[in-house]
């Protein structure tokens, strides 16, 4: 595995982790497929969401990837009235990652970041490499340091 963008940060960051490959199916970008190959439950993989808002521009949500971004909610806790999720053509413009492959980690600006409250019940949880093909599992705390992140609700309730 080519180390990312991601990983160099983190290496850089003196922040451990673990590189999770697995095989892309470019017909089924689901985080819960990625989940079940890297033998992890979909409650500890957590896929990247970047919308944008009326106030704040752009904002980073990362979720489980069993679960839905509740807009609605994410506009609240980001401090915006309307949210929207930024169309795939504009991601990689924007983020420098495309889509089944976005990091919250190396992203071309430090954008405000928002994680669901679960990923506090896990010592460690996935996120992209910022590649497809791999995920790195990191220590939830270590996280939630590099990324500002703000714990929160943003999921649609089951």
Do not use: W
Not at 30 to 54: H, M, N, P, R
Not at 101 to 119: L, N, V, W
Not at 133 to 145: F, I, N, P, R, S
């Amino acid at each position: 595995m080519q180390k990312t963008n991601a990983m160099r940060m983190l290496d850089k960051a003196k922040i451990a982790y673990s590189a999770l490959e697995y095989v892309v199916d470019e017909n089924d970008l689901s985080g819960t497929t990625i989940a079940k190959q890297v033998g992890l439950g979909f409650d500890e993989v957590f896929k990247t969401l970047v919308a944008k808002g009326d106030k704040s521009g752009p904002v980073v949500m990362c979720i489980p990837v069993d679960k839905e971004i509740d807009l609605k909610k994410a506009a609240k806790v980001s401090g915006n009235k309307k949210i929207e999720m930024v169309h795939v053509k504009d991601l990689l413009g924007l983020t420098g990652y495309i889509r089944g492959g976005c990091s919250p980690i190396g992203m071309k600006k430090q954008f405000p970041t928002y994680i669901c409250r679960s990923c506090t019940d896990k010592e460690k949880i996935t996120v992209s490499a910022g590649v497809k093909g791999c995920q790195l599992l990191v220590k939830v705390q270590d996280l939630l340091a590099y990324t500002r992140a703000t714990v929160c609700d943003i999921v649609k309730n089951d």
